[in-house]
């Protein structure tokens, strides 16, 4: 028996501004499925449609063209609320996640809620209390201690982990990650990272991380599909996707693209 995808994109397409001088294509008829646990990594060219294609899957955004399913389910015309008990996202900005002027337990209880019917109760009982220094400790950061501290008061890597921890609280089936580590310093992205893959493996979650960092594309996930002007132009499974540099990685692009990446230097970050 075929397995159900757990995200499947069908002949999407989106465009901006339609009928106007600043028209853009952000996708072209893309369809992608990902499969239930696959952890895929997104990489392309500014403009290639990387981060239209999360908010599409997240019901940001309806496409003008195409379907979305997630889990076997059409769920093209739900907004993004109704897709909450499926699907969690993290931004490139550690403040999109979480809020700021709640404590870490807060934010946790908030968390706990999300994508269930919200009824007139205590939002932190000691049970629960419990069960989030338990989900803090694997992010080996000391938050388990902190749960009454604001979290606006933590550092941009701590905002990170913390929005992994509550993204993944209520087991969702799919994570949806645009850029989450491009605005850390080296040290904390790749704390960020370990725990990521950490959460992603534990909780067995589908995942669809945009990244502009090509070494992080090879080295994580099983699957790295390759974006531009609204198209995948490459998709490569581990374990021919484990033996590319950074250097294959680009030429492979000039192969596919007849074009060059931009000169952001987070393309070729170590």
């Keep these: ?55 599409t899957v997240a019901g940001l955004e309806r496409p003008v063209r195409g379907g979305v399913e997630l889990a076997g389910r059409d769920v093209t015309s739900w907004p993004e609320y109704r897709r909450a008990g ?7 900005d550690p403040g999109a996640s979480t809020a700021p002027t709640l404590t870490i337990e807060e934010n946790l209880a908030i968390a706990a809620m999300r994508g269930k019917r919200r009824l007139f109760r205590l939002g932190v009982t000691a049970a629960r209390r419990r069960a989030f220094r338990d989900a803090l400790a694997v992010c080996d950061l000391g938050l388990e201690d902190r749960l009454q501290t604001p979290v606006g008061n933590l550092s941009g890597g701590q905002r990170q982990a913390l929005g992994l921890v509550m993204a993944t609280l209520n087991a969702p089936q799919v994570l949806l990650l645009d850029e989450h580590t491009a605005a850390l310093d080296p040290k904390a992205a790749a704390q960020v990272m ?70 952001d230097r987070s393309l070729l970050a170590p």
């Excluded at 000039?254 to 931009?262: K, L, T, Y």
Aim: a positive charge; charged letters at 20%.
């Design 194 to 263: 370990t725990l990521t893959e950490r959460q992603i493996r534990e909780h067995r979650l589908a995942t669809l991380m945009v990244t502009h960092n090509m070494q992080h594309a090879i080295d994580y996930g099983d699957r790295l599909v390759m974006m531009h002007r609204g198209q995948i132009v490459l998709d490569m499974r581990n374990p021919a996707k484990s033996q590319l540099t950074v250097g294959r990685l680009v030429d492979r692009f000039h192969e596919v693209s007849g074009e060059s990446f931009s000169s």
């Design 1 to 55: 028996m075929n397995q159900v995808p757990a995200v499947r994109v069908d002949d999407v397409s989106q465009v901006y501004f339609p009928g106007t001088a600043n028209q853009v294509r952000a996708l072209r008829h893309l369809t992608l499925e990902i499969a239930p646990t696959e952890w895929v990594a997104v990489i392309g060219s500014n403009g290639a449609g990387k981060s239209t294609l999360l908010r």
């Design 86 to 92: 499926i699907v969690a996202r993290i931004d490139q």
